[in-house]
């Protein structure tokens, strides 16, 4: 009977770890994802590998192209701006529209 009862503690621990990690709130919505998924997929195993792979660690590699990327957003803002100041400074040189068709 003490064996029984040392079985449960452990299987209980193991819930309740389980659930303050989050493991059962997640595996939880991916199953649930899965039941409402209108077209069963032939793998279910992949599926679930699929929907909980977004969970993992991100590859280096992912993080160096969002780097990157952000740094070209910033040049091309810097690009943008600049353009709008050499537009304007150039109209200031050029003739107003109404001038030009006039002649």
Do not use: C, W
Not at 32 to 58: I, Q, R
Not at 76 to 83: D, Q
């Amino acid at each position: 009977m003490a064996h029984y009862k040392a079985a449960d503690s452990k299987r209980e621990q193991f819930r309740r770890y389980l659930e303050k990690s989050g493991v059962l709130d997640t595996l939880t919505k991916v199953l649930v994802a899965l039941y409402e998924e209108p077209e069963k997929p032939n793998s279910a195993l992949d599926f679930l590998k699929h929907h909980l792979g977004a969970a993992t660690p991100e590859n280096p590699e992912i993080e160096l192209l969002r780097l990157e990327l952000a740094e070209m957003k910033e040049k091309y803002e810097a690009i943008v701006e600049e353009n709008k100041k050499l537009k304007a400074k150039l109209a200031q040189y050029e003739p107003p529209q109404e001038e030009k068709r006039a002649e």
